[in-house]
């Protein structure tokens, strides 16, 4: 960061409900600029400007930014996507999504890396997101059906990624296939702090919560 400007045009309490935007506003040879804006319903309450400047760090030189990102960035002001979701099999999809689930369930949540994976994810199909910058940053799967039952599960999403959609692209991708197969019902185990998430999916909460790999869940099941 070189530098970054905040200008306060009011103040909020702590439990309001804010959004903040930030766009690039400028691709410099060797720098960036961003406008930001934190926003209260319509009223700006903060704006500010940040420079980024690629430079080695031990040259003390700056650098041109990397093609690869001025590429994503002026794509994505564009409007274009900056992630693409696929379905696929698990040979295809276990590299990505096995670093997808060690940063989430093993760095972040402390599962055991033992149970990141099991014998189900060869024959489940796999819904996985990569960015543009070939990143894994959300996946999930469904398991064959059992008496017409399909079940999802394995769903991450990178810490990085969260509030931008990408849990809820995988979850309606994984409900599309079931459809499209003919499952009668869904069947999920969720983490607690996830039930909201899949209660605005149409899943419904049946039974009590139940500790699965040391965290608390719940069983959840949506008609189709």
Same mark, same amino acid.
């Given at each position: 960061?070189?530098?970054?400007?905040?200008?306060?045009?009011? *103040? !909020?309490?702590? /439990?309001?409900?804010?959004?903040? &935007?930030?766009? +690039?506003?400028?691709?410099?040879?060797?720098?960036?600029?961003?406008?930001?804006?934190?926003?209260?319903?319509?009223? +700006?309450?903060?704006? &500010?400007?940040?420079?980024?400047? #690629?430079?080695? *760090?031990?040259?003390?030189?700056?650098?041109? !930014?990397?093609?690869?990102?001025?590429?994503?960035?002026?794509?994505?002001?564009?409007?274009?996507?900056?992630?693409?979701?696929?379905? &696929?099999?698990? $040979?295809?999809?276990?590299?990505?999504?096995?670093?997808?689930?060690?940063?989430? #369930? $093993?760095?972040?949540?402390?599962?055991?890396?033992?149970?990141?994976? /099991?014998?189900?994810?060869?024959?489940?199909?796999?819904?996985?997101? %990569?960015?543009?910058?070939?990143?894994? !940053?959300?996946?999930?799967?469904?398991?064959? *059906?059992? /008496?017409?039952? =399909?079940?999802? =599960?394995?769903?991450?999403?990178?810490?990085?990624?969260?509030?931008?959609?990408?849990?809820?692209?995988?979850?309606?991708?994984? %409900?599309? $296939?079931?459809?499209?197969?003919? /499952?009668?019902?869904?069947?999920?185990? $969720?983490?607690?702090?996830?039930?909201? #998430?899949?209660?605005?999916?149409? #899943?419904? +909460?049946? =039974?009590?919560?139940?500790?699965?790999?040391?965290?608390?869940?719940?069983?959840?099941?949506?008609?189709?």
């Amino acid at each position: 960061m070189r530098k970054a400007t905040l200008e306060y045009e009011g *103040p !909020v309490h702590y /439990d309001e409900r804010l959004h903040v &935007g930030v766009r +690039c506003a400028h691709i410099g040879n060797s720098s960036m600029r961003f406008a930001a804006a934190v926003f209260r319903g319509i009223q +700006c309450r903060v704006h &500010g400007e940040l420079v980024y400047v #690629f430079a080695d *760090p031990i040259a003390h030189v700056s650098r041109p !930014v990397p093609p690869s990102l001025r590429t994503v960035l002026t794509d994505y002001e564009a409007g274009a996507s900056v992630f693409t979701l696929q379905l &696929g099999t698990w $040979a295809g999809q276990a590299a990505a999504a096995q670093v997808l689930r060690h940063a989430v #369930f $093993a760095q972040e949540q402390g599962i055991a890396a033992d149970l990141m994976s /099991d014998a189900a994810d060869t024959t489940a199909l796999h819904a996985l997101v %990569i960015n543009r910058l070939g990143m894994p !940053v959300a996946s999930g799967r469904l398991l064959l *059906p059992q /008496d017409g039952i =399909g079940r999802i =599960g394995r769903m991450a999403v990178h810490a990085g990624g969260r509030g931008a959609g990408l849990g809820q692209a995988v979850l309606q991708a994984l %409900i599309a $296939a079931a459809q499209a197969r003919g /499952d009668s019902d869904l069947m999920l185990h $969720a983490q607690s702090a996830a039930v909201g #998430f899949y209660q605005r999916a149409g #899943f419904t +909460c049946e =039974g009590p919560v139940f500790e699965e790999a040391g965290i608390a869940h719940q069983a959840m099941r949506r008609r189709l």
